[in-house]
């Protein structure tokens, strides 16, 4: 899934137009669809062009509650919410309280306190819980289902478990970084910390990291994502690469290593829960008659030597450096097919630029147990 991002003033179609533009031309190995990232949900964005979107089979938006340029207000989220639940869209929230963030930032910035080390203390657990908990406070108001993508500490992961336990339809993702990485990472000599920034940050390697490890077993977490954000500048940009890494990192130290998941939840976080919840299901996601035949094999556990990853031999992601590398990996994918078509084979890629489709998507396939109550019910027939 690739982020189509709006900016300030920009017409939401017209964003999503550029990104399909930029596709179109450089041509896509792998099947994909959009996220709509939506930072001016204006009445026309609202009212004209999300519905439209939702007819082209763009069936998820993308809120934030933080970044200045980005972030929307609690007016805004809520209406943004109502028309979800109207199309059957799903919304992503990356939930941080942004002043919290900013304020912190300003405090750090006039103590001359911006090495990367930083990144964590800027960016405090309780700016994440916080505008976790708003946001299940408005999707249980306006009772709409979304999904807080990359959860990162486990304030945020008991808030989303509570409402889970209550039957609310909310659904989790976290990020490999969060379950590998500590924000010791961002301590390293000659500035080399600038390569762990993300956000939100990388966390206590104990405390914290055991306890999303955590809510990736007792099932807190729906689905397992890399949010995949690569540069190759030489100043501080925010995110991490991690695309080709995601499922051998969690089949390597998931399934293998620690043993606390077994194959079948490995598939259900990585494979059938994502192409339930983005509407791709039984297309993607299923092995079954008419599915698509997408298709990952891996190698025989007597086959593969345990290797640590190394960025120019095992990834083809276009940056320069990988966070995880020297991690030693305990299998690694052998074999991958889209659709029938063998697209990688043993370390090198078999496919071709252009092979990849445009995905058009339904609603949500998830089990949504809550339905509205009959006082909203009056309420929303009357606006």
Same mark, same amino acid.
């Given at each position: ?244 890494? #995601?499922?051998? @990192? /969690?089949?390597? %130290?998931? *399934?293998? =290593?620690?043993?606390? &998941?077994?194959?079948? $939840? ?67 994918? #052998?074999?991958? @097919? /889209?659709?029938? %078509?063998? *697209?990688? =084979?043993?370390?090198? &890629?078999?496919?071709? $630029? ?30």
């Amino acid at each position: 899934m690739l982020f189509a991002e709006q900016s300030r003033g920009q017409s939401l179609l017209e964003a999503v137009d550029d990104y399909r533009a930029l596709v179109s031309k450089q041509g896509s190995y792998a099947d994909f669809g959009f996220h709509a990232i939506i930072t001016n949900p204006s009445e026309t964005v609202l009212e004209q062009e999300l519905p439209n979107l939702a007819q082209q089979g763009i069936m998820s938006m993308k809120l934030f509650l933080t970044y200045k340029h980005m972030r929307i207000s609690d007016d805004q989220f809520l209406r943004a919410l109502l028309k979800a639940k109207e199309l059957g869209m799903i919304a992503l929230v990356h939930a941080e309280n942004g002043d919290l963030v900013d304020f912190f930032t300003e405090q750090l910035e006039a103590r001359g306190l911006t090495d990367p080390k930083y990144k964590a203390i800027a960016h405090p657990n309780a700016a994440e819980a916080e505008a976790t908990n708003r946001a299940l406070t408005f999707s249980k108001v306006i009772d709409t289902p979304l999904l807080i993508v990359h959860v990162s500490v486990p304030e945020s992961a008991k808030i989303i478990r509570k409402v889970q336990d209550s039957l609310q339809p909310v659904f989790a993702e976290t990020c490999p970084q969060y379950l590998l990485l500590g924000k010791s990472n961002l301590d390293q000599e000659h500035f080399c910390g600038a390569k762990f920034i993300c956000s939100p940050p990388l966390r206590s390697e104990e405390k914290d990291v055991d306890a999303i490890w955590r809510g990736l077993i007792n099932g807190t977490f729906t689905i397992f994502s890399s949010d995949h954000c690569p540069y190759r500048f030489t100043k501080t940009p925010n995110g991490l690469p991690g695309v080709e890494t #995601r499922l051998p @990192l /969690l089949y390597s %130290e998931g *399934v293998l =290593r620690r043993k606390c &998941i077994d194959i079948k $939840r490995f598939i259900e976080l990585t494979s059938e829960n994502p192409a339930k919840l983005y509407g791709m299901y039984p297309k993607k996601g299923a092995i079954q008659i008419g599915s698509d035949a997408d298709l990952v094999v891996w190698h025989a556990a007597s086959e593969f030597v345990p290797r640590p990853l190394q960025h120019t031999r095992d990834l083809h992601d276009g940056c320069d450096y990988s966070p995880y590398e020297g991690i030693e990996f305990l299998n690694w994918p #052998r074999i991958t @097919l /889209l659709r029938g %078509e063998v *697209v990688f =084979r043993e370390g090198v &890629i078999q496919g071709w $630029r252009g092979y990849g489709q445009f995905v058009k998507r339904g609603s949500s396939t998830l089990p949504m147990i809550r339905r509205m109550e009959k006082k909203w019910d009056v309420l929303l027939a009357a606006v």
